[in-house]
């Protein structure tokens, strides 16, 4: 979850259980000038100190359902493989 952990905090916390507990944790863990992404939706109400978003903190959601697994996946894929050819190809050309 943490990116670029520095001792105040990282900068950008992803949330993806929808765990309460991990939810307010991620919250907690994230820079006061940091953003905190939820991609997992809680069952529960959670509980954060609001006054950090008045002071640049962003607490924001993710907007999902537009994915279509059956052709977003091989296509992620089929991307990756072209990305770490063209580094290999580069690499040994250098």
Avoid: W
């Amino acid at each position: 979850m943490p990116r670029d952990r520095g001792r105040q905090g990282t900068r950008q916390g992803d949330e993806t259980t929808g765990v309460k507990g991990v939810i307010e944790m991620a919250y907690d863990l994230t820079h006061a000038d940091g953003t905190c992404v939820l991609v997992g939706v809680p069952h529960e109400k959670v509980s954060i100190s609001t006054l950090p978003i008045h002071f640049n903190k962003v607490l924001t959601g993710s907007h999902g359902g537009d994915a279509r697994p059956h052709v977003d996946i091989p296509r992620i894929i089929r991307d990756g493989v072209r990305a770490g050819a063209a580094l290999l190809r580069r690499h040994h050309h250098a």
